[in-house]
């Protein structure tokens, strides 16, 4: 037996479209799964202590001690800095929680006297670690100072007390990479480049600098091809211009040879 698909006024019978609405919503509906999706993702990988995700919080931004930007490996094994800035205290002030977070170990002293027991679980370096400073900060000028330990990367501070004003980030903040000088910090999401890069221009600079010869020969070239093309009948001595896989694979090959010559000998 064989079955045959209904005809409507001799027409084949076919599946209406979609509405419009019914497209959108799913389109919608997509998007809203997908961005949700994002979203649970980067919440979980904020909250793992096995990706190193620094989110800066309340308007502070996490800093870090200066070092070289060097193209070799980094060693494995641990790494020491200490962050440091001078607060001044107002009288009978209660409440100066200092809120902070350090990748991953900290030590947490003013002046000179430690404020809480050092974190030196690793794992729990993303927990907020908070230390009411009330009872160390009487009214006048102190020293806040923070020891960072870190395996097998660079230490890094996120600190902020609302009640003094006080935000990693703010200028006023020095570090110091393994005991060495006092420097300003830095701010850890800022690009740095080997000081190599810094003997060429960048990418834009060097193109912009070849403009002036590039692109009157680009346009003559396309200019040319255009008008040769344009026209019905080639002059004669354009008869041998035409290309083909051969010319254009020699003509590849030569390209390369002067780029490695360029290159070489520069």
């Not at 800066?56 to 060097?70: D, L, N, S, T």
């Amino acid at each position: 037996m064989t079955l045959s698909v209904p005809r409507a006024l001799g027409r084949p019978f076919t599946r209406p479209l979609a509405r419009p609405a019914v497209r959108l919503a799913c389109v919608l509906a997509a998007g809203a799964a997908l961005a949700a999706a994002a979203a649970w993702r980067v919440r979980r990988w904020a909250s793992d202590p096995a990706t190193p995700l620094l989110i800066g919080r309340g308007g502070a931004a996490w800093i870090a001690a200066p070092e070289p930007f060097h193209l070799s490996c980094r060693r494995l094994g641990p790494y020491q800095a200490a962050f440091r800035k001078t607060f001044a205290a107002p009288g009978g002030a209660q409440g100066l929680v200092l809120e902070l977070e350090a990748f991953k170990a900290a030590a947490v002293l003013v002046d000179g006297r430690l404020a809480a027991e050092p974190r030196l679980e690793l794992r729990r370096w993303k927990e907020p670690l908070r230390i009411d400073l009330s009872a160390l900060a009487a009214p006048g000028a102190h020293e806040l100072l923070v020891h960072v330990y870190n395996e097998n990367a660079p230490p890094a501070l996120l600190a902020r007390c609302d009640a003094l004003g006080l935000a990693t980030g703010q200028e006023g903040w020095e570090a110091s990479a393994g005991g060495g000088a006092w420097t300003p910090a830095r701010l850890a999401r800022e690009p740095r480049r080997p000081a190599i890069a810094e003997a060429f221009p960048a990418s834009l600079e060097a193109f912009a600098a070849q403009l002036p010869w590039a692109l009157p020969l680009f346009l003559a070239t396309a200019a040319a091809s255009l008008w040769l093309g344009s026209r019905p009948q080639r002059p004669p001595w354009a008869a041998g211009l035409t290309l083909t896989p051969e010319r254009v694979r020699w003509g590849l090959l030569f390209a390369w040879a002067l780029l490695g010559a360029n290159n070489i000998l520069k």
